[in-house]
């Protein structure tokens, strides 16, 4: 079955540490996304990639790095830069086209400070 | 202009009844108009989607009605069930560009 996956689903860290999580899509997506929700709050856009190896910042980058080496993979690194690291992280993928535009969303990782 | 609103914040129905989210957005080159529904611990999960050249689209007991000229769209749940608890994104986007979404709405139904 073609899903993205993330994982690990629960992350634990410890201040000033830094932390990768991982995101993985067998759909043939070109295009991957990183969101951060907060509870009771919608979705911020860290970063996007539209192509292997190019990504851009989103509106809350700060804190975070990625890379997209592959065109399944967009892993998150979330370093001690990032003073409230605690959240559920979503990662998205999908196909880029002139009439594509649903997003298709892993389950999740919830990431907390300890 | 790239923003989505989305009210009510909130929502609490009775089993059986009509739940209405609205939004509204600025950017006039939005030519889709996807809502999300959300479990929680859960990703989001596409739920329905309409085009602007179209003024309703229903599938089961979900509508999205779309008002171009008020650029506003909401979303009907008809015979609200308890299943239907969730919080629920309205979304636009333009092709080739990140879809923008809405704040959310945290439904709950009950019995």
């Known amino acids: 079955d073609g899903g993205i996956t993330q994982s690990p689903k629960y992350l634990f860290r410890k201040e000033g540490q830094n932390v990768t999580l991982s995101c993985e899509q067998n759909?043939?997506?070109?295009?991957m996304y990183w969101y951060r929700q907060d509870p009771g709050q919608g979705l911020r856009l860290i970063y996007y990639?539209?192509?292997?190896?190019?990504?851009q910042k989103g509106d809350i980058a700060e804190g975070y790095s990625v890379s997209r080496e592959k065109k399944e993979s967009f892993p998150l690194t979330v370093t001690s830069a990032q003073k409230n690291p605690t959240a559920f992280y979503l990662c998205?993928?999908?196909?880029?086209?002139?009439?594509?535009?649903?997003?298709?969303f892993g389950s999740g990782t919830r990431l907390t400070v300890v | 202009q790239q923003q989505v609103k989305q009210s009510p914040q909130s929502l609490i129905v009775q089993k059986g009844g009509i739940s209405i989210i609205n939004c509204a957005y600025e950017n006039t080159a939005f030519d889709y108009f996807p809502w999300y529904q959300q479990f929680p611990g859960k990703g989001p999960a596409l739920l329905i989607a309409i085009r602007p050249d179209v003024s309703e689209k229903k599938e089961g007991r979900f509508t999205i009605s779309f008002n171009k000229s008020a650029k506003q769209f909401s979303l009907h749940i008809m015979d609200s069930q308890p299943g239907d608890s969730a919080t629920y994104f309205c979304a636009a986007s333009i092709p080739y560009d990140k879809v923008i979404f809405g704040p959310g709405t945290s439904l709950s139904v009950i019995p």
């Open positions: 759909l043939n997506h070109d295009a």
């Open positions: 990639s539209q192509i292997v190896n190019d990504f």
């Open positions: 998205a993928s999908r196909l880029q086209g002139l009439l594509i535009y649903d997003y298709t």
